[in-house]
């Protein structure tokens, strides 16, 4: 027996299908996200718990000059009434409008412990207080003129503002970031005084290029300050696409100490960088011996940031030092730009500096028509009443008369004097003691003072240029208010070019110390401090044993050759130490399980290498276009199998000497051999059967050396090496007498 399942409701059970369902319900959602959360409005440059916290502000009558209030009073007001979220989210989005390390120009004004730049967070809520300050009033100037438009909170009760008017700049002043769904946003601060140059230069000329606002507004301007090293072009690109990025570096200064030492002083971290954070990163990098100029590192700040940093020794390039230190660490970051912003508070697209200037001034323009309107509606309607009021003071006894005998005096007053029902309600209206003061002098001066500003504001509403030299009065305004003459005006933020170093700083940031680098059969492979000759002790897994040991520096680089004719690069100073058997070759190269290691050498910059495959091909390729940046590695050597690439000897010399698995010994010229790039290479020798087994390159006049089993060194003069010398690609004759059966000549580096 099969039980229908219950399902609330007397309704009608529709089918949906579920991949219907979810698209739906998935774009209402990012939808939501984008508007609602993360994304800021280009007009205001605030997201909706930034809007509502500033107008619950305003609610409670938070003014600049007034007093302060307990934040958890604020967060209670937001979220009762605008914001139904959690408290915590809403207090951390109040306490970042207030940390002035973390907004150019702060919109509130806290009393209290809002957090550090070393990222200690605010005290609760209950702690801290705050009201707003003369940005925060700036951008709320004129909400009750009607200049923006109202829609109920999410439960009806109250209305809330959908924009702000925002009389400042504040989406490219204050920045903004946030990650929406598929999207995101990130916006650098910038200085005001600049935005509005720019922007009375937009208002000039409408059709003013990107390169001219730019020379305006020329990079952002961090609350922290720092240094920009971004090339001018890269800049450029950036504020045309709305997408880009920029360096930002630590501004340092040496000191001077005695007997010739020094110290370098950091006193501006990069933006959004954490100073603690910062000093325990770097000192981790000095337990790593990854950054072997800093001899120390303490934090000596107080109301300002000063980082001492001290050399290892005082002969170090304090230059050379920080340079290694902007690698690494984060005294150097990239700040990216992102301007993905909400058009018309429902549009996310991304714009380039003109637009979010150009749709700024709109909004303006918008907020100016809408305010004229709604003081021209307010004088019209005063205009109206101060008629009424000079019929009453002409007829004042008459007026006293009716309202003191007649049943119905508004009827009577409008019957009797033509009255308006405004003018008769505002007559009724009148307090005894205001008949003293209704004469008519006062009356027709009032009067005309209105009249004279209705059509001004008339005059306003038809014009457009009218409107552009109001918003250029306050666009000024504004830039007088925060100009760079100022404390909180003042650019904080400067350029320079990044300098050229000529040191190798990868060399540089590892401690050069001599290894010993020990490579097994099974491709194992780890380090040995100092350059060991006995390595008899060396243990290994069972089964396995040595294959090289290479004598090198933990600054050098080491050049891996494979079986299948790739090149792959290691870095000495990343190896393994000693402990143990050391990793596996294969965790750190991606090298294929049925390939295994052919050779293994130190890079030494400006060589030549001939390489060589089983099949009797090869060419000359320079060592420094085999090095691999990657894990993947680089194909030099092409092999088909069952070839595969087996020989890979320097080029020091003018002739080759190749050995087949034949044991037959060819000698020619060095010049017969092509250098490439990349390539499978022409036939070096050739065999009827069996392969290539050794190659070597040797001076003519040094004469061909090999090593026997017991390690005893057999040289050949030229005069001596005369039957097996011919042309390349012939197949040779038998090895010399006393030729190793190992058919090889030796170590090949």
Sequence with gaps: MTTKPILPGPGPIESVELRTALEERYLAYALSTITQRALPDVRDGLKPVHRRILYAMRELRLDPTGGYLKCAKIVGEVMGDYHPHGNQAIYDALARLAQDFAVRYPLV?????FGNIDGDNPAAERYTEARMTGVAAAILEGIDEDTVEFRPNYDGRVQEPVVLPAAFPNLLANGSSGIAVGMATNIPPHNADELCAALLH???????????????????????????????????????TGRGGFRVRARWSKEELSRGGYQIVVTEVPYQVQKAKLVEKIAELMSEKRLPLLGDIRDESAEEVRLILEPKTRTIDPMLMM???????????????????????????????RDVLTQWLEHRIDVLVRRSTYRLKKIEHRLEVLDGYLIAYLNIDEVIRIVRREDDPKAKLIAKFKLSDIQAEAILNLRLRSLSRLEEVEIKAEHDKLSKERRELKQLLKSEDLQWERIT???????????????????RSTFADAPEIDADLDAVLVEKEPVTVILSDKGWVRTLKGHQDDLAKL???????????????????LVVFATNGKFFTLEVGQLPGGRGHGEPVRLMVDLEENHDIAEIFVYEPGRKLLVASTGGYGFIVPEDEVIASTRKGKQILNVTEPEEARVCIPVDGDHVAALGENRKMLVFKLDEVNEMTRGKGVILQRFKDGAL??????????????????????TLSWSELRDWVGERAQAGRLAPKGFPRSNSFGPRF
């Design 539 to 557: 243990e290994f897994k069972q089964g396995d044993e040595l294959k090289r040991a290479i004598k090198a520096s933990t600054t050098d680089k």
């Design 323 to 353: 340079e290694s230190l902007f690698r690494l660490t984060e005294l150097e970051v990239r700040v990216s730009l992102n301007m993905n912003v909400l058009s018309a508070g429902q549009i996310p697209n991304v714009l380039s500096l």
């Design 473 to 491: 009065e306050e666009v000024k305004a504004t830039r007088e208010a925060y100009s760079k003459k100022t404390e909180l005006g003042r650019r």
């Design 202 to 240: 937009l208002i000039k000329h409408p059709n003013a290029s990107i390169e001219k606002l730019v020379e305006m507004v020329p990079g952002p301007d961090f609350p922290t300050g720092g240094i920009i090293v971004e090339p001018r072009d890269a800049m450029l690109e950036a504020y045309k």
């Design 109 to 113: 004004d806290g009393q209290g412990n």
């Design 693 to 714: 087994s050794d190659v070597r390159v040797f001076k003519k006049s040094d004469g061909l050396s090999w090593l026997d089993s017991a390690g005893r060194e057999f």
